[in-house]
């Protein structure tokens, strides 16, 4: 084996984040805070609100910058390096079902344009008709149908058919890491187990790291191959391997009481 | 009925010319949901790049396209102010609109309008002399629609290639471009760029039907342009296989109707400004009441 395989695939060191800094509403949300991800790995991430979940899947994706320290991917520096560039390595499938797609394009529009995710978009036809049966292949995959529909706007669609489609398209191309932002926590119960399930599948198929926040215990627990319980910006819990697999959710919900004992809630 | 179809003639020529401005109108407003005012600015642009670049011997045609460069330039630095230096997408479009004021006393020499009578223009150089005298009597509704054909095929197409497809989501979810690992500002500027473009090309147009560049062509030209893409997209969006660039020009050729059977009604010219605030107001109350835009405004 190489021996870049026991180097982290993410890295984030010595990260200071404050929130409305010098008002009165400031607050440290990170102090020094040092978290590494490894190639291969299925992490759920869960915690109260606060706690710092969506920050951390901020700044790996560079939505937001650290006040300090730095992130790294496969070693190299990526802390300045803009949202949008950090996309062709980051793949996120996001809460709001809308934010994955394009309401006005069509499945097949949408398809095509993630399809050429890392190539230039030039002003060639917008839409391969050569990788039709690809593509309804991927949406097969899905067994919501959606392989008869390619000409309907996903603005048509229903949350769970959209949030379904926005994992086919974060993961069209290939990506170094999976970032799922609470992603079925605005869907119905059978949606959500749906596409919960769906996930875990690309994941499993496609050799992928990913990194979900969920505030689903039942998910945290079930899915993945590390879990991780945040508090007030550090880790109160990390556990993966044979550890991970112990835990219930009996566990986490008692240290998740105690902590908010502790804060007086 | 003479006086009719002379009537209809110009409805239909003066409809054409504005569509091409309603066009880029509707790219930067419906498509990246920017209300642009830099338009004012970039019409009369568009105008006076083309009596300059006319008096100065250049052909009339190559004429047109420096005219759409200049715009697309000039929309470009909107969408760098907006984008690049963060400032309000309003404000940024007056700056520019305020700036072109000048740039086009420049480009005339100080002149309020600069004429070029008797040069050379696409409706009397060229390929034109060779239509049938029939046709040549109507050579402006001829070639204005054979423009806005041309302009409306373009931006069909291009909306339908990967930058094209780029730009519509760039309006809807911007979001969605970063993911696809584009920068949404770059492809916003761009947008501005060609709705700009589209708008100079307008003035152009216009200025060599009237052989002349008036620097104050450009007031009210936001109002007109938006009234059309609201009236055109709003009345025939249930005709579904026409495409919004047609509902666009339709819209241009039904607004210019309106506004000449005011006049022929009695309506004194300068109540022209005030009834076309009027109209836009209308477009845009009865789009909020249909609740379409409302929706898009909540997504």
Same mark, same amino acid.
């Given at each position: 084996?190489? %021996?870049?395989?026991?180097?982290?695939?993410?890295?984030?060191?010595?990260?200071?984040?404050?929130?409305?800094?010098?008002? !009165?509403?400031?607050?440290?949300?990170?102090?020094?805070?040092?978290?590494?991800?490894? %190639?291969?790995?299925?992490? *759920? !991430?869960?915690?109260?609100?606060?706690?710092?979940?969506?920050?951390?899947?901020?700044?790996?994706?560079? *939505?937001?910058?650290?006040?300090?320290?730095?992130? &790294?991917?496969?070693?190299?520096?990526?802390?300045?390096?803009?949202?949008?560039?950090?996309?062709?390595?980051?793949?996120?499938? &996001?809460?709001?079902?809308? $934010?994955?797609?394009?309401?006005?394009?069509?499945?097949?529009?949408?398809?095509?344009?993630?399809?050429?995710?890392?190539?230039? &978009?030039?002003?060639?036809?917008?839409? =391969?008709?050569?990788?039709?049966?690809?593509? $309804?292949?991927?949406? %097969?995959?899905?067994?919501?149908?959606?392989?008869? $529909?390619?000409?309907?706007?996903?603005?048509?669609?229903?949350?769970?058919?959209?949030?379904?489609?926005?994992?086919?398209?974060?993961?069209?191309?290939?990506?170094?890491?999976?970032?799922?932002?609470?992603?079925?926590?605005?869907?119905?119960?059978?949606?959500?187990?749906?596409?919960?399930?769906?996930?875990?599948?690309?994941?499993?198929?496609?050799?992928?790291?990913?990194?979900?926040?969920?505030?689903?215990?039942?998910?945290?627990? %079930?899915?993945?191959?590390?879990?991780?319980?945040?508090?007030?910006?550090?880790?109160?819990? =990390?556990?993966?391997?044979?550890?991970?697999?112990?835990?219930?959710?009996?566990?986490?919900?008692?240290? &998740?009481?105690?902590? *908010?004992?502790?804060?007086?809630? | 009925?003479?006086?009719?179809?002379?009537?209809?003639?110009?409805?239909?020529?003066?409809?054409?010319?504005?569509?091409?401005?309603?066009?880029?109108?509707?790219?930067?407003?419906?498509?990246?949901?920017?209300?642009? #005012?830099?338009?004012?600015?970039?019409?009369?642009?568009?105008?006076?790049?083309?009596?300059?670049?006319?008096?100065?011997?250049?052909?009339? @045609?190559?004429?047109?396209?420096?005219?759409?460069?200049?715009?697309?330039?000039?929309?470009?630095?909107?969408?760098?102010?907006?984008?690049? #230096?963060?400032?309000?997408?309003? #404000?940024?479009?007056?700056?520019?609109?305020?700036?072109? @004021?000048?740039?086009?006393?420049?480009?005339?020499?100080?002149?309020?309008?600069?004429?070029?009578?008797?040069?050379?223009?696409?409706?009397? @150089?060229?390929?034109?002399?060779?239509?049938?005298?029939?046709?040549?009597?109507?050579?402006? +509704?001829? +070639?204005?629609?054979?423009?806005?054909?041309?302009?409306?095929?373009?931006?069909? @197409?291009?909306?339908?290639?990967?930058?094209?497809?780029?730009?519509?989501?760039?309006?809807?979810?911007?979001?969605?471009?970063?993911?696809?690992?584009?920068?949404?500002?770059?492809?916003?500027?761009?947008?501005? /760029?060609?709705?700009?473009?589209?708008?100079?090309?307008?003035?152009? +147009?216009?200025?060599?039907?009237?052989?002349?560049?008036?620097?104050?062509?450009?007031?009210?030209?936001?109002?007109?342009?938006?009234?059309?893409?609201?009236?055109?997209?709003?009345?025939?969006?249930?005709?579904?296989?026409?495409?919004?660039?047609?509902?666009?020009?339709?819209?241009?050729?039904?607004?210019?109707?309106?506004?000449?059977?005011?006049?022929?009604?009695?309506?004194?010219?300068?109540?022209?400004?005030?009834?076309?605030? #009027?109209?836009?107001?209308? /477009?845009?109350?009865?789009?909020?009441?249909?609740?379409?835009?409302?929706?898009?405004?909540? /997504?």
């Amino acid at each position: 084996m190489p %021996e870049t395989i026991n180097l982290p695939l993410v890295r984030l060191e010595h990260i200071c984040k404050a929130f409305n800094p010098r008002t !009165v509403s400031e607050t440290d949300l990170f102090r020094d805070f040092s978290f590494s991800i490894r %190639e291969g790995e299925f992490i *759920s !991430v869960v915690g109260s609100n606060g706690s710092g979940k969506t920050t951390l899947l901020n700044l790996l994706c560079g *939505s937001i910058p650290p006040d300090s320290g730095a992130v &790294f991917l496969r070693e190299r520096e990526i802390t300045r390096m803009p949202e949008y560039r950090r996309a062709a390595h980051i793949g996120r499938v &996001f809460q709001d079902p809308m $934010k994955g797609t394009c309401p006005t394009l069509t499945i097949l529009e949408n398809l095509s344009l993630a399809d050429n995710k890392g190539r230039p &978009f030039g002003l060639s036809r917008g839409v =391969d008709k050569k990788r039709l049966d690809y593509y $309804k292949s991927q949406l %097969e995959l899905l067994h919501l149908g959606l392989e008869d $529909k390619v000409e309907l706007p996903v603005g048509a669609l229903s949350g769970g058919q959209r949030q379904a489609l926005a994992l086919l398209i974060s993961t069209m191309t290939p990506i170094d890491l999976l970032v799922l932002d609470e992603h079925t926590a605005a869907l119905d119960p059978n949606s959500s187990e749906n596409v919960m399930y769906l996930t875990d599948k690309v994941v499993r198929d496609k050799g992928l790291t990913a990194i979900m926040v969920t505030h689903n215990l039942r998910y945290a627990v %079930e899915y993945g191959s590390r879990i991780v319980m945040m508090h007030a910006g550090r880790t109160v819990i =990390d556990a993966a391997g044979e550890q991970k697999k112990s835990c219930a959710i009996e566990d986490l919900l008692k240290v &998740f009481n105690e902590i *908010s004992i502790e804060c007086g809630n | 009925m003479t006086i009719f179809l002379g009537q209809a003639e110009t409805v239909l020529r003066e409809g054409f010319i504005y569509s091409l401005m309603a066009m880029g109108v509707f790219i930067t407003y419906k498509i990246l949901d920017f209300p642009d #005012l830099s338009v004012d600015g970039t019409f009369p642009l568009g105008a006076c790049v083309t009596a300059a670049l006319i008096n100065g011997g250049i052909n009339p @045609w190559l004429a047109l396209l420096l005219s759409f460069l200049a715009g697309s330039l000039a929309g470009s630095l909107t969408g760098v102010l907006h984008v690049r #230096l963060r400032i309000t997408d309003l #404000l940024s479009g007056i700056l520019v609109m305020t700036a072109m @004021w000048s740039v086009n006393l420049i480009i005339t020499g100080k002149s309020a309008i600069l004429q070029f009578f008797n040069r050379p223009t696409i409706f009397t @150089w060229g390929v034109i002399r060779l239509l049938p005298d029939g046709l040549y009597r109507h050579r402006y +509704v001829v +070639v204005t629609f054979l423009l806005a054909l041309a302009v409306k095929l373009l931006l069909d @197409w291009f909306l339908r290639t990967k930058q094209g497809l780029l730009l519509r989501s760039a309006g809807d979810n911007s979001q969605y471009v970063i993911s696809l690992g584009k920068d949404p500002g770059t492809v916003k500027i761009l947008g501005l /760029a060609l709705g700009n473009g589209c708008t100079a090309l307008a003035g152009s +147009v216009l200025a060599q039907v009237g052989e002349n560049a008036d620097v104050n062509s450009g007031k009210g030209m936001v109002v007109m342009a938006l009234a059309a893409v609201i009236m055109g997209t709003s009345l025939f969006r249930r005709i579904s296989f026409l495409r919004s660039t047609t509902m666009a020009v339709l819209g241009a050729v039904l607004y210019k109707a309106c506004l000449q059977v005011a006049l022929q009604l009695g309506l004194p010219p300068h109540y022209l400004k005030l009834l076309m605030a #009027l109209l836009l107001t209308a /477009a845009l109350l009865s789009q909020r009441l249909s609740g379409k835009k409302g929706e898009k405004s909540l /997504a």
